[in-house]
Each structure stands twice: as C-alpha cells, then as structure tokens.
C-alpha cells in the first residue's frame, strides 16, 4: 500500500518552454502533498506543501509564478515549472501523506528534467 | 533555522563490517523516519520512530531515537552491496502540517 505515481518519469524540454509533471497516490487518498527538488548526491529540498483544494504553501526562496501547483483532488497534484530555464534542470520528487500520520511521507520515483 | 545534521556524509565499507549513521538536531521532533533512495528513484520509507528511547529493528538495521527526541541512529549489522544507497533521516516537527527536516544524507557504498 501507499504507492505513489509521478509522471513522466523523465522529459527534456527546451528553454522558455514549460513542463507539467504528475503526482497521483495510487491506493490511497492524500491529505498533503509534498514537492521537493534534489540535486546530485545531495538531499531533499522541499519547495513546497499543497492540500487539496487550497493554494500551496511555498517554502522560502521558491518562486511561486515559476513553480506552479495545483491540487485539484485528493489523488493528484501538479507542478507545473514555466518558462523553463537550463538551471531548472533537476531530480523533481512528490510525495504524499495520509491519514493522522501526516509526518510519514511516501515518496514516488521522481521526475528527471533537463532543460536545453 | 531548523537542522538536521546527518554524519557520516560519505561511507565506503567492506561487506560484513558494521556502520552506525547519526542524525542530531537542537530541535526537538514529533517523530523521526528515515528513508534509503537509489538513485534516480524516489526514497523509500524505512521505519518511524515515535516515543524517546524508542529502538526498532528491520532486520539488519537498528533504528534508535533519542531519549530527548533530537536525535538518532542508524545501525546496520554485517553490510551486504545490497545495502548501498543514500540514507536519509527526516525529522517532524510539532505544528508544522507534516512537513519533514531532511538531513544532508549518508552515501553508503558497500564493497564485495
């Protein structure tokens, strides 16, 4: 149980363009939803925290015009990055929580963008 | 600013050995997990811990949180190559909707 989906798994995209990635909790209903961004051989940095049918709340130094989210049910989120730049490149990972154990987060396999 | 200060950063052993990874924070945390990632593939959740003092066992791994909550560790009893991967502790503070304080991450490689 508690599997979460993110899609595409991977996508190159070209600079000024923009790129929406996909995060769905497969078997159960997520009561938040996490994005995060991580470079190589470095931990996760948080971007920001989104509820179902709330605006998400971005963490400091995250653009929010540039990182856009939407959580439109309790199974699905979306980040959208807009007019993508080289620099955006990175490992994009959501992850969900449900239920009174909100701190434990399941994470899914990530996203891998690279802007040219 | 909250931390999570997570050592070693890096850790090259022999199979078989044991290792210890620590987490120490001045926060003090509702509850603490910690999560292995492979790489390109998200982290996976390991164990939680809850209660001061509390130790939990998966197997070869011993997980440990400190009596006072702001801190723990991990140990792992004879090393197999299929331990290798980057371990992350996360820590949850009280109040704060579930978000987690990441550690920098242990890069463990474990050599045949």
């Known amino acids: 149980g508690a599997v979460v989906s993110q899609h595409p798994s991977w996508v190159i995209c070209k600079s000024g363009t923009s790129v929406k990635i996909e995060c769905r909790s497969l078997d159960f209903q997520a009561t938040t939803m996490f994005w995060y961004r991580q470079f190589p051989k470095q931990s996760l940095m948080l971007m920001a925290t989104s509820n179902e049918g709330s605006k998400a709340t971005y963490e400091q130094g995250v653009e929010k015009d540039k990182f856009l989210i939407n959580h439109a049910s309790l199974t699905l989120s979306t980040l959208t990055v807009t007019s993508a730049h080289p620099e955006d490149s990175s490992f994009y990972i959501c992850?969900?929580?449900?239920?009174?154990?909100?701190?434990?987060?399941?994470f899914g396999p990530g996203t891998r963008l690279t802007v040219t | 600013t909250q931390l999570l200060e997570q050592s070693p950063q890096f850790l090259s052993i022999q199979e078989g050995e044991n290792l210890t990874v620590y987490c120490n924070s001045s926060s003090v945390f509702s509850s603490l997990q910690w999560y292995r990632q492979e790489p390109g593939e998200g982290p996976v959740l390991l164990v939680t811990?809850?209660?001061?003092?509390e130790v939990k066992k998966l197997k070869r791994l011993t997980f440990q949180f400190g009596d006072a909550r702001k801190d723990s560790s991990l140990h792992i009893t004879a090393a197999q190559p299929g331990d290798t991967g980057l371990y992350l502790c996360a820590g949850a503070l009280y109040n704060q909707g579930g978000k987690l304080i990441f550690g920098q991450g242990t890069e463990l490689s474990v050599k045949p």
């Open positions: 992850s969900a929580s449900y239920g009174t154990a909100i701190y434990e987060q399941y």
């Open positions: 811990v809850v209660t001061g003092g």
